[in-house]
């Protein structure tokens, strides 16, 4: 049976999901890390992506991109990171086969409600895991390289709409991610992203559903006002 094809959408974010074969590791130093980090930086670049966040975990990665105006942007930068990972990974360690799961999974992102909390989702993820205490002690995550003079992540739109009371929408991002997120909204990202749906609210998914054309679904109880769609077309 041929596979569905993802629901890409122009100039919109997207949450990106890709594990280790078999869940295996795939970093397993800092070197592997720094590879994979280094290369996100350079094909953002090469591929003309906007980059929100990332962070990579032993076995598996999260980004949230955006392809601009051409959807193919994503594809493309997802094979070359995975080509590229796994010939380093296979003649590093003298093994040969993938290292990662066939295809990894897109959740297209309502922006103005859920990108900001996507992005703390992904760089709260080793908090989440106790891997460290705060967002600012993990070294393969985007979130220390927000702070950076010469950070190459783009800053999302709606950091303009947090506390204006500090001196910049950055300094406002710092304070949002020490705000403990909504444990529904938490297993809300969870589990659409983990599915490949949408990360949105009903009104934004019946909005890509007649323009697209694909079958609305509802999640499993415990918000049941929350209607997500299959991110497939």
Not at 55 to 65: E, F, G, Q, R, S
Not at 104 to 115: F, K, N
Request: charged share 25%; aromatic share 12%; hydrophobic share 35%.
């Amino acid at each position: 049976m041929p596979r569905k094809a993802r629901l890409i959408i122009a100039n919109s974010p997207h949450h990106i999901l890709q594990r280790g074969h078999n869940r295996q590791i795939v970093f397993r130093d800092d070197e592997d890390f720094e590879f994979y980090a280094n290369n996100i930086r350079s094909l953002k670049l090469v591929h003309k992506l906007k980059l929100y966040a990332y962070c990579l975990m032993p076995n598996h990665i999260h980004i949230i991109v955006d392809p601009v105006n051409e959807v193919s942007n994503i594809s493309a930068f997802m094979k070359s990171l995975a080509i590229r990972q796994t010939r380093f990974f296979n003649s590093k360690y003298s093994r040969s086969g993938t290292l990662w799961e066939s295809r990894y999974i897109s959740s297209p992102v309502e922006a103005e409600r859920y990108l900001l909390a996507c992005c703390r989702y992904v760089e709260m993820n080793p908090v989440r895991s106790k891997r460290v205490n705060q967002p600012m002690e993990y070294l393969w995550s985007s979130y220390g390289e927000r702070f950076s003079t010469y950070s190459w992540i783009d800053q999302c739109p709606c950091f303009n709409e947090l506390d204006t009371s500090v001196d910049s929408p950055i300094e406002a991002y710092k304070i949002y991610m020490m705000t403990e997120a909504n444990e529904n909204e938490t297993k809300f990202i969870q589990s659409a992203m983990c599915k490949g749906k949408i990360i949105g609210d009903a009104s934004f998914i019946e909005k890509l559903s007649s323009k697209y054309g694909f079958k609305l679904s509802r999640r499993s109880p415990g918000r049941p006002r929350k209607i997500i769609a299959n991110a497939m077309s």
